[in-house]
């Protein structure tokens, strides 16, 4: 049995079944005869509750069971705590409710603190691994932020530049689709990535996919290689966020154009 949760210093115990110990409970409050759990157990409105509990939970054992011998004692589910508890007085049900709270509470955290750290390190492992662009990465870590319950620490954008830029400022980007039709260039865009894929601005990436249109359980897409990112930057793609999605400065369009043009003089 586990000492998991104390009241006025008192330690209530579970069984195997996580059903809580009202003799404890009977002591917390003070030990006074009328508060007997015999007896709260043989009102009508506790047998009711019992029956109401049997027939609406899918429980692994009985609402209530009273363990024979020295260290036994008449255990309960926690609504029949709670019930007890305001059997006995408000205040004391207060107390016990704030105190289940704050045990479930203390459980909870490092199970959630556990977690974000897992995502952290997805996260950062993911962004090495797809040059994922700095948006990107601020808005993955807003969302983990948002499960922690954070306050808003996060700026709203994230400056986004080529990688050789020297001022740093964020520049506006746009689709490969786009800019081919911007620039009338008469190039379809899976074309078009075939060239860049053979200057080494852009890659095939792949992943793993139930999808009908995956090919042997695979799913291919497009991402901005470490050279790339002096033309464009890799963002979440809408629809699948275990994918990227090429976006190209517009202000080095011209330049991209050029070379995906050489490329196929030389293909």
């Not at 074309?191 to 799913?219: C, Q």
Request: aromatic letters at 6%; glycine letters at 6%.
């Amino acid at each position: 049995m586990n000492q998991l949760i104390s009241i006025d210093g008192v330690a209530v115990r579970q069984d195997v079944n996580g059903r809580y110990c009202l003799n404890d409970l009977h002591r917390a409050a003070g030990g006074e005869a009328k508060y007997q759990p015999g007896l709260f157990l043989r009102l009508d409105s506790t047998q009711a509750l019992s029956d109401e509990i049997l027939n609406s939970t899918d429980l692994q054992s009985l609402p209530t069971e009273t363990i024979p011998g020295r260290n036994g004692g008449t255990y309960v589910c926690k609504e029949l705590v709670y019930a007890y508890a305001m059997w006995i007085s408000p205040a004391f049900n207060l107390k016990v409710i704030r105190t289940f709270d704050a045990a479930v509470t203390e459980r909870t955290a490092p199970q959630t603190a556990d977690r974000i750290q897992a995502g952290i390190l997805l996260l950062e492992s993911a962004a090495r691994l797809l040059n994922l662009s700095n948006s990107s990465k601020l808005g993955a870590y807003q969302k983990l932020q948002d499960f922690a319950g954070i306050p808003n620490l996060m700026p709203a954008y994230a400056i986004d530049a080529p990688s050789d830029a020297a001022d740093g400022s964020s520049r506006p980007t746009m689709s490969l689709s786009a800019i081919l039709k911007e620039h009338a260039i008469p190039v379809s865009p899976q074309e078009a990535y075939r060239r860049l894929e053979e200057i080494g601005i852009v890659e095939h990436r792949s992943r793993n996919s139930t999808s009908r249109k995956a090919k042997g359980g695979v799913k291919k897409f497009w991402a901005v290689t470490s050279k790339g990112l002096a033309y464009g930057k890799n963002i979440t793609n809408p629809g699948n966020p275990r994918e990227t999605q090429p976006h190209f400065y517009d202000s080095r369009s011209p330049e991209l154009i050029k070379l995906m043009m050489t490329a196929k003089a030389r293909s």
